[in-house]
């Protein structure tokens, strides 16, 4: 597929997924993880890094994008908000393991929707040890809502909280994955 | 973890996102700050009493003039900075015009007067109050862009909090110029310019480390 239909494409499923639509939400975030891990295994495997740290990347870009999606504004193009975030979550990465690299273009967003990677590795990440780390009420939530596959109101009525505090943990609990995601890498 | 149930966890669920949010959380970082800046500015060194008679109100509407022209460009910046993919370098580049309109003018008013006035001119009074009240007062600025930056996705954060210090102290200098009784150009150029330098010099030694996402 060329740059400009994969464009078209990876916009229009943003917006739906920024008015609510989970499907196009989750279309969008494994056809962006495509492309994503063949950009990061692309750049890490010419300074001789690890599989595994891709796919480290490509999760934390993930949460990044979607923690910040109210900051892709739809009258913009998308790729180069995407890539903006890739390149930025790369830069982090590489300074914090000490390593440097000059050569990474800002004006080079195509680069990141040119190639597609869906030979998905395990990350260092352990979704059980992270959960374990969030409080339990937020814990709670996500694992019914987000893992469970309840609805609100189902999730409300099993645990006893109301429907309002159910997505106010799940919000706060994902921010804090996010966080500790970012933030306390397991390496 | 592997990425398909990793994304299963974040796309389940979803609520619709409200747009905007990103320049309205900025618009209320800069009227908080401004406000504690001026509340500051009135609790400690007050208002100037003869602040709108004869050649003062000149130099106060100079004084306005630079400082909210800055605080004002420096916005334009965080607004580009805030999201990513947007090229704001270029913005941050234009807050150079105000300090060289103030610079050409002092120099200018400096080379016109009389030689033996010129050191007053620079070394008006309070101009040590000058140079600690600005920083001073941009500390309160200077955190509320700080939580409103957080809340969007900056991605060069070394510029991001060169440009939230120089909008910090710029929003400080407006505080403090209606206490000022330094009247004369080279007096602003200097007294207001150097704090409003060092902030952004301090901001972008900040930025990196307070920024991160």
């Given at each position: 597929m060329d740059a400009k239909a994969a464009e078209r494409e990876l916009r229009a499923l943003m917006v739906e997924g920024l008015d609510g639509d989970a499907a196009a939400y989750k279309a969008l975030l494994s056809k962006l993880s495509g492309h994503l891990r063949a950009y990061f295994r692309g750049r890490l495997g010419r300074m001789g890094r690890s599989v595994v740290e891709a796919e480290d990347l490509v999760q934390e870009t993930l949460i990044g994008l979607h923690t910040r999606r109210h900051t892709y504004d739809p009258s913009q193009p998308f790729t180069p908000w995407a890539y903006a975030i890739a390149r930025y979550k790369l830069l982090d990465h590489l300074r914090r393991t000490k390593a440097s690299i000059?050569?990474?273009?800002?004006?080079?967003?195509e680069e990141l929707i040119a190639h597609d990677d869906l030979s998905e590795a395990e990350s260092a990440f352990d979704l059980q040890n992270l959960l374990a780390r969030i409080s339990p009420k937020m814990r709670q939530a996500i694992q019914y809502?987000?893992?469970?596959?309840?609805s609100v109101s189902e999730a409300a009525a099993r645990s006893g909280m109301s429907e309002s505090a159910i997505k106010v943990s799940v919000h706060r609990g994902m921010k804090a994955l996010g966080l500790l995601i970012s933030k306390g890498r397991p390496t | 973890m592997k990425t398909g149930q990793f994304i299963d966890l974040l796309s389940a669920d979803v609520e619709p996102v409200r747009r905007g949010t990103v320049g309205r959380t900025l618009a209320l970082a800069l009227v908080i700050g401004g406000a504690a800046a001026l509340g500051l500015m009135l609790v400690t060194v007050g208002l100037r009493p003869d602040l709108f008679e004869g050649a003062s109100s000149m130099l106060l509407a100079v004084k306005l003039l630079f400082t909210v022209s800055l605080a004002g460009i420096g916005s334009l910046f965080l607004v580009a900075a805030s999201y990513p993919g947007r090229n704001a370098r270029r913005r941050l580049a234009f807050t150079i015009l105000p300090f060289l309109v103030i610079a050409s003018l002092g120099l200018g008013a400096t080379l016109l007067a009389a030689p033996m006035t010129r050191h007053d001119m620079v070394f008006g009074p309070e101009w040590l109050t000058c140079l600690i009240c600005i920083p001073l007062f941009a500390i309160a600025p200077f955190a509320a862009l700080v939580w409103a930056l957080r809340k969007a996705a900056p991605t060069d954060l070394r510029r991001a909090g060169a440009g939230a210090g120089l909008v910090a102290a710029a929003l400080g200098a407006t505080a403090y110029a209606f206490h000022c009784p330094g009247d004369s150009l080279p007096f602003i150029a200097i007294w207001y310019g150097l704090p409003i330098v060092f902030w952004t010099f301090l901001g972008a030694i900040l930025g990196p480390r307070l920024l991160r996402w």
């Open positions: 000059k050569d990474l273009p800002i004006e080079d967003a809502v987000k893992l469970d596959g309840l | -």
